[in-house]
């Protein structure tokens, strides 16, 4: 979640489609109560919800606890050099900054489900009950996105952390949108990639329901975490399709945001102009 940059955004909890196809309330039961079982076992876990294996165990756990279908596509390993000069390789390869598009609070179990790996998150969200004391368990780190002066660093964090070999999952669009291509990506954290020498892997997340394009997912506005996590509990046929693009190496992060996003967005409509 990028901490900087106007956050305005036209999509609001309006955009959000009800779902039209919702389980029975006995199955509705069933999701809560595996649910709690999921998020029972994360919290028993302690520290070792950060362990690799752990955490992707747990994410997708909690997808099927949710009745939540998870659609990985292949990765693409080829890398790709964005204008500039990328820096010199070092003896430690670096982790790789993963920057996703953002839809909802969903997004990072998905991506956890398919890699585990550090999330840079919203200070809220360590606030949030249960899922707050999750995420600090998982290993997440939180930034104020008001706090600009906190800019710097949180940007040498990302570096240190890529610089170790650690991978880092970021949301460069300032809040959550319907639709896929949503706000410009802010550059910050790709500073980040350029400093360390580390890759930056862009993933396009999507939801659906029975196969069709769905808003079902997204989490937006003022709405209440509560609220957004019963709709996807309640919706039947929900999948979420999480495709990793081929990785960009470059030095300039205007370059780096730029060529994300516009691969992130390929061939998608945005929901507003």
Known sequence: MSPAGDRAAPCTPACVTGSASRVPPAELARRYAALSYEIGLGVAQGERLAEPHALRARARGILGALGVRLEEEPKTLTVRTVNGTPPESRRTRPGTLIVANHI???????????????????????????V????????????????????PTTV????????????????????????????????ATFQAAADAGAPVRPVTIR????????????????????????????????????????????????ELAAEAQAVIGAHEMPAHV
Do not use: M
């Open 104 to 130: 909802s609070w969903l997004d990072v179990v998905s991506l956890l489900a398919v890699e585990p790996v550090t999330v840079l998150a919203k200070r809220e969200v360590g606030q949030w009950p249960v």
């Open 132 to 151: 707050g004391t999750l995420a600090r368990r998982a290993g997440s780190q939180f930034i104020d996105r008001d706090g600009l002066r906190q800019l």
């Open 156 to 187: 040498a964090d990302v570096a240190s952390a890529l610089r170790s070999g650690r991978s880092v999952l970021v949301f460069p669009q300032a809040t959550t949108w319907c639709s896929v291509p949503g706000g410009r990506f802010r550059r």
């Open 207 to 254: 939801y659906y329901q029975h196969g069709t394009r769905s808003t079902t997912a997204a989490f937006l506005g003022d709405e209440s975490f509560g609220a957004s996590l019963h709709r996807v509990a309640r919706a039947r046929g929900l999948a979420v399709r999480v495709t990793a693009h081929a990785p960009l190496l470059g030095s300039d992060r205007r």
